[in-house]
């Protein structure tokens, strides 16, 4: 069975500094999918960004970049120019391509952002 | 919004009651995903319908059973309810089996008391 970890259950940044989340998963799976979520005090869960573990390329969106190390099982998720609206939960999923198409989460990591 | 609506968005209700949660997913989403938030588990898939049928079970309780309906929607039956079922129940939905993106209603929070 998968499994995600994430290590850092609190992390804090000041307000327009850079900070990177990590997460560590395991698979004996060579093709998968991996995915970082927002949970802001709404509740809402929010994609933030997608790998495709077959592509090399890191993805990106807008501030949010993550670096995937596919060989060492990590996926850690850098965000920049942080922003108070970027404080919430961020959890890292797995989910297989083939098989049960749901997501494994990770225990989550707590961000807050300092003015 | 990502167009998954979930009902009621709480409940409170006495151990050893039922309850059912409800979930439209987005308009032409055929899959129907639950999971299950708490303090102590986490987030855990609960199950999986795809148009109708059931596609995979996770950790789910036997006292806890879902169904997917022709119009969609899916419930979410709760009975015989402990004190440790409360948590937030997410439901997401997507457009087909192999979508890598699902998209999450913002939950139900049930508290047993």
């Known amino acids: 069975a998968q499994t995600v970890t994430q290590s850092q259950p609190e992390m804090s940044v000041q307000e327009a500094e850079t900070v990177t989340l990590s997460c560590t998963y395991d698979?004996?799976?060579?093709?998968?999918?991996l995915f970082w979520y927002k949970q802001p005090p709404s509740r809402q869960m929010i994609l933030v960004i997608r790998?495709?573990?077959?592509?090399?390329q890191n993805a990106t969106e807008n501030r949010f970049s993550v670096n995937f190390q596919k060989a060492a099982k990590s996926f850690s998720l850098k965000i920049s120019d942080s922003q108070l609206g970027d404080a919430a939960m961020y959890f890292c999923a797995y989910r297989s391509v083939k098989g049960a198409q749901k997501l494994v989460f990770g225990q989550g990591t707590r961000l807050t952002i300092n003015p | 919004d990502s167009g998954v609506t979930q009902t009621p968005k709480h409940l409170i209700t006495a151990t050893g009651q039922r309850v059912t949660l409800r979930c439209s997913p987005r308009?032409?989403?055929?899959?129907v995903y639950w999971y299950q938030q708490s303090l102590d588990q986490g987030l855990q898939f609960l199950i999986h319908y795809y148009n109708g049928e059931e596609r995979a079970k996770g950790n789910i309780l036997e006292r806890f059973s879902a169904q997917q309906f022709p119009d969609l929607h899916s419930e979410l039956n709760l009975s015989s309810l402990e004190l440790g079922d409360s948590a937030l129940y997410f439901c997401a939905s997507s457009v087909r089996v192999e979508n890598t993106e699902a998209f999450f209603g913002q939950g139900t929070r049930l508290t047993v008391v």
């Open positions: 698979t004996s799976e060579s093709d998968y999918y």
């Open positions: 308009s032409g989403d055929l899959s």
């Open positions: 790998q495709e573990a077959y592509k090399q």
